[in-house]
Structure formats: C-alpha cells, structure tokens
Nanobody, 124 residues
Framework: QVPLVESGGGLVQAGGSLRLACAAS????????MAWFRQAPGKAREFVAA????????YYADSVKERFTISRDNTRNTVYLQMNSLKPEDTASYYC?????????????????WGQGTQVTVFS
C-alpha cells in the first residue's frame, strides 16, 4: 500500500488554477504535519506549503504566498493544494509529504513519507 498518492497535476496557461490532492492512508493522515514540496528540472527540491493537524497552522514559501492555499479534509484523508494565478516558474513536479514531528515545517529532512509526485506545467 502506497501511503501517499498525489493527483491533480496537468498543463495550464499562466494565470490559471489547479488543485492538487494528496490521498493518505489512515496511519499517515495522523502525522503531525503534511506538506507540499516541488522540484523543477535541474533544481533542488523546495518547500511550497505545510499544514499542522493540531491547530491547522499553515506555512507558505514566499514565492507562493497569497496564490496557493493548503487545506485538509479529514473525512477523505486528503490534503489539498489550491494553486491560483499560476506562473511559468511554478512548473515542477509537486510532492506530498508527511512528518511525525512538529519541527521544521519547511525542512524536507523532517518528512519521512513521500508521494510519487504529480507534474504541473504552466505555459505562457
């Protein structure tokens, strides 16, 4: 069983929107925080957004603040990333991740479980 499965990626024109979903197993869904990271070709993986289960505190990279929103649906064991006003520089593979700790929401090393990724391509 794959603990995290992303979906919702695709091809979109600049200025458009996409919503990514990350379906989690029950065990993973009880992790302390979930996050989205992204990686563009030839670049390092970078933090996008995170959400803590207890208190629902959210964190965002400056590059996506005011454009992206992370949220969760407990009834569906799913985390979402609503992406609006997309730009070509948002093009990347997007990965969902789960962490058992409260530390370092922006630190990829804190996340022990990762999905396979979903591709987002934004054209101008």
């Amino acid at each position: 069983q794959v603990p995290l499965v992303e979906s919702g990626g695709g091809l979109v024109q600049a200025g458009g929107s996409l919503r990514l979903a990350c379906a989690a197993s029950g065990r993973i869904f009880s992790s302390n925080k979930m996050a989205w990271f992204r990686q563009a070709p030839g670049k390092a993986r970078e933090f996008v957004a995170a959400l803590t289960w207890h208190g629902g505190i959210t964190y965002y990279a400056d590059s996506v603040k005011e454009r992206f929103t992370i949220s969760r649906d407990n009834t569906r064991n799913t985390v979402y990333l609503q992406m609006n006003s997309l730009k070509p520089e948002d093009t990347a593979s997007y990965y969902c991740a789960a962490s058992p700790t409260f530390r370092g929401p922006r630190d990829s090393a804190e996340y022990l479980t990762w999905g396979q990724g979903t591709q987002v391509t934004v054209f101008s």
